[in-house]
C-alpha cells in the first residue's frame, strides 16, 4: 500500500489525521510546523512526538522530497538553475534569480506541459503529469535550504500551466501562506497563465490577493493561435473580461507578459493595438526578449526594437517594462535543462 504524504495535507487535514488517529489535535500541528517551517524531512526527526508513535506514524505515512540532481550558477549574475528529481524519477526545473530586493524562485508546477506554446521548450514533450501541493513546495523548501535563506518572491512561470493543475496548485499557495508553516504572503506570489478563462474567474473567487500574469503575445486573435492553442479557445476579448473581473475580485494589477519575435508581433499595427486593448485596465506589461530553441526558428526582436515598442506602450499610457534577462549563459530559457539532460 502506498503511503501517504503528509506534506500533501493542510494544517486542517493534519489535524484530524491525528484525531483519527485517537491523538490529540495538537499533534498534527506539531507535525505541520516540522514539515512546513522547519522544512524537515524525516519523521524520525519530529522530536515533539514520542518514538511510539513516530514508529506507528513510519507504517502508513512518508514526508515526500525531491532531490537536487544538479545545480548550475550563472558567471555573469547571481542566477542558478535546479533540476530535480523527483521519487518517480521524472525530473523538473527551478531557478533562483537575485535581486536587490531579495531572492525570487521560478517554480514549476507539472512535469511537461499540455498548452503547446510553439517558443516554449517546457512543452515539446506534452504533458506528463501533474506536481502534487508537496512536490510543489519541496522546489520551494529545498531553494530555501540551499540557499539557506527565505525566498522574497515565487512565481509560478517554470514548467506547466498552473491553472491546468489548479486544486494543486492552490492547495500549495494556502499550505505555503499559513501561519504555522513558511507564512508566505500571497502578495509576493505571481501566478503565470496562458489564458485558461474559466481558471481566472475561479481564482478571481478564492480570495488569495497573488498577482495575476498573462501570456499574452500578440493582440490579434489570428496571430495569437498561431503561437498559442490556447488561442483557438479562448478569444483575447473573453481573457481580457476575465482580468477585469480578476481586478475587481482582488484589487490587485495584472501583469501581461510579451514575448518579442521579430517580425512577429513586434510591427507598428501590433504596438497600436495591444495600446488599445489595454487601455484603462489597470496592468502593466512585461516585455520579453526570445529565448529561441531549436523547434522554433524565429529570432528575437534587436534591443533597439524593444525599446522603442516598450517607449511607444509608455506613451501610450501603458506602464512596460523589459524583463531584464538572467542567467543567459546557463541555458535560462524556461524548460531547455530539462529537456537536454532527458534526452542525454
Do not use: W
Amino acid at each position: 500500500m502506498q503511503k501517504t504524504d503528509l506534506k500533501n495535507l493542510s494544517l486542517r487535514e493534519t489535524k484530524d489525521l491525528f484525531l483519527e488517529l485517537g491523538e490529540k489535535e495538537y499533534r498534527g500541528e506539531q507535525v505541520f510546523n516540522f514539515i512546513h517551517k522547519n522544512m524537515e524531512t524525516s519523521i524520525s526527526k519530529i522530536t515533539a512526538l514520542s518514538k511510539t508513535l513516530r514508529d506507528k506514524l513510519k507504517k502508513n505515512y512518508t514526508i515526500g522530497d525531491i532531490s537536487i540532481l544538479e545545480r548550475y550558477d550563472s558567471k555573469i549574475d547571481d542566477t542558478k538553475k535546479y533540476l530535480f528529481l523527483l521519487e518517480d524519477g521524472n525530473i523538473i526545473e527551478s531557478v533562483a534569480m537575485k535581486y536587490k530586493y531579495g531572492i525570487s524562485a521560478c517554480i514549476s508546477t507539472q512535469v511537461g506541459c499540455r498548452m503547446g506554446c510553439v517558443f516554449c521548450a517546457s512543452t515539446k514533450e506534452g504533458l506528463v503529469r501533474n506536481l502534487t501541493p508537496g512536490e510543489i513546495l519541496s522546489e520551494v523548501y529545498n531553494i530555501q535550504k540551499d540557499l539557506n535563506t527565505k525566498l522574497s518572491n515565487i512565481v509560478l512561470m517554470g514548467s506547466g500551466e498552473p491553472l491546468d493543475n489548479y486544486e494543486n496548485v492552490i492547495k500549495f499557495l494556502n499550505i505555503l501562506h499559513d501561519s504555522k508553516g513558511q507564512n508566505f504572503g500571497y502578495r509576493n506570489v505571481t501566478l503565470s497563465t496562458c489564458g485558461v478563462v474559466p481558471k481566472i474567474y475561479k481564482l478571481a473567487d478564492e480570495d488569495i490577493p497573488i498577482t495575476l500574469s498573462i501570456s499574452l503575445h500578440s493582440p490579434f486573435d489570428e496571430e495569437r493561435k498561431k503561437i498559442m492553442p490556447i488561442g483557438n479557445k479562448y478569444k483575447i476579448e473573453e481573457i481580457l473580461a476575465a482580468c477585469y473581473y480578476y481586478i475587481e475580485k482582488t484589487n490587485r494589477r495584472v501583469t501581461f507578459e510579451y514575448t518579442v519575435i521579430n517580425g512577429v508581433n513586434d510591427r507598428k499595427e501590433d504596438l497600436e493595438e495591444l495600446s488599445r486593448i489595454l487601455k484603462g485596465l489597470l496592468c502593466h506589461v512585461n516585455l520579453i526578449p526570445l529565448n529561441p530553441i531549436e523547434e522554433y526558428n524565429k529570432i528575437k526582436a534587436n534591443g533597439n526594437a524593444i525599446k522603442e515598442f516598450k517607449d511607444g506602450l509608455n506613451q501610450n499610457g501603458i506602464a512596460t517594462t523589459v524583463r531584464r534577462e538572467m542567467g543567459s549563459d546557463i541555458n535560462a530559457a524556461c524548460g531547455q535543462l530539462r529537456r537536454k539532460y532527458v534526452k542525454g
